[in-house]
């Protein structure tokens, strides 16, 4: 199996904008789904489908797919937004989901 | 609500096997995909297998075939993951999750609150 590439850490000041990548595979037409998880927590679903939100997630959360980079943006971060966030993606060839390495968020 | 709850935390011998369970409310199990995934001390997520309680299909994360084993109990609405020959290497936190529809590529829209199983002599 194989892991999705994202950048270990991410900082960002209070009330700038964070963005997270995710890459190491051609996405295509496959969805990025994105995951929060707080220490001692399990994980939440942020964005799905790309760029999509579930009810009760902040619009501050967003994403994006150009291909072969998926992003995930939060905009005005907040230190509450603290924590790590992981990629995923169903990879049709090998028939598997696939999980990036996450990204931890530090807010300065 | 949706709620999945899972079993206790477990300490196990090399060589022994786990049943993790986790029990599903608030949804019709068989009309939506349950997915399991673990997360060693420190690491990130790892995929590893997906069940549909509907027809008993089944997906295996290829490094953990003929070792792992799902099954679902739609009487009690609960799902188990079986996983065999444990190694130190398999401590770790092990989540069920469901999907947002019933394919295995499903976005993950509810998650139990996790099983340590730890292997240790």
């Known amino acids: 199996s194989y892991v999705l590439t994202q950048p270990p850490s991410v900082s960002v000041a209070p009330g700038q904008t964070a963005r997270i990548t995710c890459g190491g595979y051609?996405?295509?037409?496959?969805?990025v789904h994105w995951y929060q998880q707080k220490p001692g927590q399990a994980p939440v679903l942020v964005v799905y489908?790309?760029?999509d939100r579930p009810s009760g997630i902040p619009e501050r959360f967003s994403g994006s797919n150009s291909g072969n980079t998926a992003t995930l943006t939060i905009s005005r971060v907040e230190a509450g937004d603290e924590a790590h966030y992981y990629c995923?993606?169903?990879?049709?060839?090998?028939?598997?989901?696939?999980f990036g390495g996450g990204t931890e968020l530090t807010v300065l | 609500q949706v709620q999945l709850v899972q079993s206790g935390a477990e300490v196990k011998t090399p060589g022994a096997s786990v049943k993790v369970s986790c029990k599903a409310s608030?949804?019709?199990?068989?009309?939506?995909?349950l997915t399991w995934v673990r997360q060693a001390p420190g690491q990130g997520l790892e995929w590893m297998g997906w069940?549909?309680?509907?027809?008993?299909?089944?997906k295996y994360a290829q490094n953990l075939q003929g070792r792992v084993t799902m099954t679902t109990d739609t009487s009690t609405s609960t799902a188990y993951m079986e996983l065999r020959s444990l190694r130190s290497a398999d401590t770790a936190v092990y989540y069920c999750?469901?999907?947002?529809?019933?394919?295995?590529?499903?976005?993950?829209?509810?998650w139990g609150q996790g099983t340590l199983v730890t292997v240790s002599s």
């Open positions: 999750a469901k999907g947002a529809y019933y394919n295995t590529e499903s976005r993950l829209d509810h």
């Open positions: 608030g949804y019709r199990i068989t009309t939506f995909g």
């Open positions: 069940i549909s309680a509907y027809n008993g299909n089944t």
């Open positions: 995923q993606v169903w990879d049709s060839s090998s028939d598997q989901v696939v």
């Open positions: 489908d790309n760029r």
């Open positions: 051609n996405f295509g037409s496959e969805s």
